[in-house]
RNA sequence: UGCCCGGUGGUGUAACGGUAGCACAAGGGACUUUGAAUCCCUCAGUCCAGGUUCAAAUCCUGGCCGGGCAGCCA
């Protein structure tokens, strides 16, 4: 048989692999794959950060390598402690594991120093005195080369001087900088004399008061990855510039030469994942926080019902390369779908309810009907669920006047209830000043149970249900884009292209006492509407309140033509 | 009028000079007590122009288009 696709979960041959993959060939030196994911802790993970995540980890894993966590905390003024623990609960949830193997760059601060002072002594480094005004003057622009600063060949004994007054603290932040020596006509911007350190006051949350001055991204970054003997520096593709600086730095410095490599950062239709954005959502209130379930942050997508499998899935089938790219959210959703589909448990669920009485069905009475837990996993066995006389439906799986090919109920027509009965609808019953229909009326063929017809006539249409007796009230939550236009990224404001539909409250939505006692984070499919997750047991009600994670692939919404899918306005 | 990167179906990604493949999406069909799932089928692509070669998505040259870079952010 050919083998025609790859084996699931396996990640894509990419860019990065294949030069992995080379120079384990044509190795000389039989190094252990070393890679790291370092984030800065100034903010909440997301999934582009999981592309980024599951490309170092992943590659670890392939070569029988490590992946080190380093927390980049080089500037107190935009750091929090906070984001720390977050960051770690997130990598963890996603089945990461970093081991020992945790960092951070202010562990390395006196090292750092130390390289620094090699550079001036070796005449590589120099302090510079200029205001920050005059130093971007000087720099030239994308189209003019730089000027060299008055202060660049200050001599050797005098910049080591200063830069150890920089460290005591002598000098006003703003005053003077340290600088690399390389090139101001460069046509890379970030070899016109780098900023490698600058004065800053402001207590870090590790090292406290002890620092007066820090390095730059550029002068901790690769000397970090160097002192943790880092073989692949992964980043994303804003960063190649500063590649030709970050080797002038090692090589300058003659320490360890890990290899950065670029790739493209992630971007997904209908949402946006740069961290500015982001944090105005917040901000603004358009959300109700970082882990609002329509947030593409880590945190939102568990909230939403995501499982980490499920994005380490859609980390692994998005690739790695380097061109732009936008990727549709539909493939996030069939990868929860697919996972959602396999492992939950099927029950019945009523987000926008009706009342049907069947009139031909005695009052007090009420008996027990089997229901199938799980189609795709026989294991899972079966439960009873109740019918009785009063029941209720879906608002939209009942019309008067039905389109063709609506395979639902309507007056006079028949429709089986998920292993129920056959019903057949007799009567509306509608609010004579709102005409709001009130009450639907059916009968039920006792010739039908378990939604078997003896007599073979085909019914086409089956819906769910819940019985009024066996089913509790809660509230229930369905989330669509956070945009409505594809790529929101080029609009100017966040405010002229968010979604106002992006979230949906029903209050009176009624699900099977089967989920009495679910617990947060418990994932269910609600039949035919989606996947559904307990976001929080309810404080007053005592009950679980749902989270839609995604709708059911529905065809029928698609004949309809409508955009807003399952539930719409009543 | 600088430096760097990139252009393969609608989207994402493979093919390493030798049959342009996979996934998602879309369309159709089978099955169906979830208009789901599953299964089958279909649609659809190498930015352009030259060159090298028996053979080019792949190598070369020149265009065109897209992106990044002028923080004491990362």
């Known amino acids: 048989m ?39 802790p100034n903010g909440y993970l997301h999934i582009g950060h999981a592309k980024s995540i599951s490309i170092n980890f992943e590659l670890a894993k392939l070569y029988n390598g490590k992946c080190h966590l380093r927390f980049d905390d080089t500037n107190p003024l935009n750091e929090n402690p906070d984001f720390i623990e977050s960051i770690k609960k997130d990598i963890k949830w996603l089945g990461w594991n970093w081991g020992e193997n945790l960092f951070y760059a202010s562990d390395y601060f006196e090292t750092l120093f130390e390289y620094a002072t090699k550079l001036t002594l070796d005449g590589k480094a120099y302090i510079d005195e200029s205001s920050q005004e005059q130093i971007r003057q000087l720099r030239g622009t994308l189209n003019s080369t730089g000027t060299e600063s008055p202060y660049r060949n200050r001599p050797i004994n005098e910049n080591v001087e200063l830069l150890n007054k920089m ?48 390095p730059t991204y550029d002068f901790a970054h690769g000397q970090s990855d160097s002192i943790e003997k880092i073989t692949h520096s992964i980043c994303t593709m804003e960063f ?40 105005e959502l917040v901000e603004k209130n358009y959300v109700q926080g970082w882990d609002d379930p329509r947030m593409p942050t880590i945190s939102g997508l568990r909230k939403r019902g995501y499982t980490p499998e499920s994005i380490k899935n859609f980390c692994n089938k998005i690739g790695v390369a380097k061109r732009q790219n936008t990727v549709e959210i539909q493939l996030l959703e069939h990868c929860i779908r697919e996972d959602l589909n396999k492992n939950c448990k099927r029950v019945m669920g009523i987000i926008d309810p009706v009342k049907v009485v069947i009139t031909n069905y005695p009052e007090n009475q009420s008996e027990k ?22 029941i209720y439906i879906e608002s939209n799986d009942f019309m008067e006047d039905p389109p063709k090919k609506y395979f639902r109920l309507s007056p006079g027509k028949e429709v089986r209830l998920r292993y129920g009965y056959i019903i057949k609808c007799t009567k509306v019953i509608r609010d004579e000043v709102s005409n709001k229909i009130l009450q639907i009326e059916c009968e039920y ?41 594809e790529k929101p990224d080029e609009y100017d404001s966040i405010k002229e292209v968010i979604n106002p539909n992006s979230m949906e409250t ?24 989606g996947y559904f997750c307990v976001d929080k047991i309810d ?7 749902f989270n839609r994670t995604v709708t059911l692939r529905d065809s029928w919404a698609k004949i309809q033509g409508s955009t807003n899918p399952k539930i719409s306005q009543s």
């Open 2 to 40: 050919e083998n025609k696709s790859q084996p699931p979960n396996q990640i894509n041959n990419n860019f990065i692999q294949e030069i992995i993959e080379n120079e384990q060939k044509s190795n000389t030196s039989a190094k252990q794959l070393v890679t790291r994911f370092p984030p800065e």
């Open 539 to 545: 404080s007053i009600s005592n009950l679980p309140i």
């Open 369 to 390: 009907l089997e229901a199938i837990n799980n189609p795709e996993q026989e294991e899972m066995g079966s439960r009873k669920i109740e019918f009785s006389r009063e």
């Open 240 to 279: 190649e510039d500063h590649r030709p600086l970050y080797d002038w730095l090692i090589e300058n410095i003659h320490i360890h030469h890990p290899q950065q490599i670029e790739f493209a950062r992630l971007n997904i239709s209908y949402t946006v994942l740069s961290k500015r954005k982001l944090s």
């Open 506 to 529: 029903f209050h009176n939505s009624r699900i099977e006492n089967h989920l009495l006692k679910a617990m947060p984070g418990d994932k269910f499919q609600f039949e035919r509407l």
């Open 445 to 485: 063929d006792p010739n039908t149970k378990g939604g078997y017809a003896p007599d073979g006539r085909k019914i086409k249409g089956t819906i769910h249900w819940v019985s009024s007796s066996n089913s509790f009230e809660t509230k229930v939550n369905l989330f669509n884009n956070l945009f409505s236009v």
């Open 167 to 214: 460290r005591n603290g002598d000098f006003e932040e703003g005053s003077m900088v340290l600088r690399a020596k390389i090139d101001m006509n460069s046509g890379n911007i970030n070899l016109r004399d780098p900023i490698l350190y600058r004065i800053i006051k402001t207590p870090h949350f590790k090292t406290g008061t002890k620092w007066k001055i820090y």
